[in-house]
């Protein structure tokens, strides 16, 4: 009988230790979970495909979530063999988002063609597919360079 106590004391212990442990790991989870995960689509060096790459960035960024994945878009991969989108060098100037259409100032290094980086025109499409596919709530995108609008 003193033996049956003791097992079932110690499976109780062993149960209450593991809920407990269970408990506080969620609750840590849930108080430094400051990041989301992000789906970007870069340009290969193989003519016609895409690499896809996912990043975890902050939830709440002093730039706003939008301008922070655009700037983190700008940077490139960090794959090998993927093309930049745009030119070297080309940063957002301001990015902002009114009734669900976002507004993105580019710096005019945008407009420098190398070859490490795609067409223009096939810069901004991926620009606007990596948009419209990490944030719902954007139905329409204007691209503007320099504070000029950028025609399509």
């Known amino acids: 009988m003193e033996y049956s106590r003791k097992v079932h004391y110690i499976r109780l212990s062993v149960f209450s230790l593991i809920i407990f442990l269970f408990l506080i790991s969620s609750l ?7 990041k989301e995960r992000r789906l970007f689509i870069f ?19 002093v730039q706003g979530k939008i301008q922070l994945f655009v700037d983190e ?9 993927t093309k930049l989108l745009f030119a070297r060098g080309t940063r ?3 990015c902002f988002l009114r009734k669900g259409v976002l507004f993105v ?16 025109q096939e810069g901004v499409e991926l620009l606007k597919k990596n948009i419209k596919a990490n944030f719902g709530n954007v139905s329409e995108i204007e691209i503007y360079v320099d504070g000029k609008y950028a025609y399509e």
């Not at 840590?28 to 400051?34: A, E, G, H, V």
């Not at 290969?44 to 990043?55: A, I, K, L, T």
């Not at 878009?73 to 063999?81: D, N, P, W």
């Not at 100032?105 to 490490?116: G, I």
């Open 43 to 61: 340009p290969s060096v193989d003519e016609g495909n895409y690499v896809v790459e996912y990043r975890y960035l902050e939830k709440n960024p």
């Open 28 to 34: 840590l989870f849930l108080i430094s979970n400051k």
């Open 73 to 81: 878009l700008l940077l490139g991969s960090g794959i090998e063999r």
């Open 92 to 94: 957002v100037l301001s």
């Open 105 to 120: 100032n580019l710096s005019p290094e945008l407009l420098a063609q190398e070859d490490s980086a795609v067409q223009i």
